[in-house]
């Protein structure tokens, strides 16, 4: 089984920085793209940013420019380092990881998500 672990979410005042992290574990082979998610209370969920096992990077319009993603392929990890946090940025985030393979002789894909961590942006 293929498990994903979040952390670093928290309580941060406007304007602050918050460092998320999301570790996956169990047996990998590869994973086409890891990414962050958001659901605010109400709210479909919506998509932060993602970054391909190539580097590339998606940001969702809301955030450019304040939020980075980055990973560690080796590690199968993933970061969203969110800078100027604003209050409308409170939400449940949720690491993804898109398109996992669990061996070289397995050509299934699947898609896994992390329970989420909690980001209160308030004064």
């Known amino acids: 089984q293929v498990q994903l672990v979040e952390s670093g979410g928290g309580l941060v005042q406007p304007g602050g920085s918050l460092r998320l992290s999301c570790a996956a574990s169990?047996?990998?082979?590869?994973?086409?793209?890891m990414g962050w998610y958001r659901q605010a209370p109400g709210k479909e969920r919506e998509l932060v940013a993602t970054?391909?096992?190539?580097?590339?990077?998606n940001y969702a319009d809301s955030v450019k420019g304040r939020f980075t993603i980055s990973g560690d392929n080796a590690k199968n990890t993933v970061y969203l380092q969110m800078n100027s946090l604003k209050p409308e940025d409170t939400a449940v985030y949720y690491c993804?990881?898109?398109?996992?393979?669990?061996?070289?002789?397995?050509?299934?894909?699947?898609?896994?998500w992390g329970k989420g961590t909690l980001v209160t942006v308030s004064s």
């Open positions: 169990g047996t990998i082979f590869s994973i086409n793209a």
């Open positions: 970054i391909t096992s190539g580097g590339s990077t």
């Open positions: 993804n990881a898109n398109g996992v393979r669990r061996s070289s002789v397995d050509i299934t894909r699947k898609d896994y």
